[in-house]
C-alpha cells in the first residue's frame, strides 16, 4: 500500500507516493534538504543549479557505495571460496587420518 509523506525540501513542501514506510521517506527528504543546503550555503548558484548539483553529488554517492558494496561481496565470495577449499581439506585429512588409523589397527592385530 502506498503512502503519502510531504516532506520539505529547500521551503517547499513536496508530496512524495511511496511503498516505503513514512519515516524512511522523511529521512531521504531531510538528507536532499541537507545536501541542498549545503550547496546553496557554500555556492553562489540558483535552487536550479543546486538541485543538479545535488543529485550529481548523491549519485556520486551512491556510485561509490555500489562499487564499494561491489568489493566487499567479492571479498565475501573469496573468503567462502577459501572456507570452501579448507573444509574440503580438512576433509580429506580427516579421511586420511582414518585410514592410517585403520592400518595401526591392522598392524597392532597383526603383531598380537
Same mark, same amino acid.
Given at each position: %500500500?502506498?503512502?503519502?509523506? @510531504? ?10 507516493? +511511496? ?5 524512511? %521517506? ?9 545536501k541542498m543546503a549545503e550547496i546553496l550555503d ?8 543546486? +538541485?543538479?548539483?545535488?543529485? @550529481? ?6 556510485? #561509490? +557505495? ?19 577449499? &579448507? ?9 586420511? @587420518? ?7 589397527? &591392522?598392524?597392532? #592385530?597383526?603383531?598380537?
Open positions: %500500500m502506498a503512502n503519502r509523506v @510531504v516532506v520539505n525540501i529547500c521551503g517547499e513542501e513536496l508530496t512524495f507516493i +511511496a511503498e516505503e514506510p513514512s519515516s524512511y %521517506m522523511q529521512r531521504v527528504g531531510a538528507y536532499v534538504n541537507d557554500s555556492s553562489k548558484v540558483g535552487r536550479t543549479d543546486a +538541485a543538479v548539483l545535488t543529485a @550529481v553529488n548523491i549519485t556520486d554517492e551512491l556510485f #561509490k +557505495a555500489q562499487a564499494e558494496a561491489d568489493q566487499l561481496r567479492g571479498q565475501i565470495k573469496g573468503y567462502l571460496d577459501e572456507a570452501g577449499r &579448507a573444509q574440503s581439506e580438512a576433509s580429506e585429512l580427516k579421511r586420511e @587420518v582414518f585410514r592410517l588409523q585403520q592400518k595401526l589397527d &591392522a598392524l597392532s #592385530k597383526n603383531r598380537g
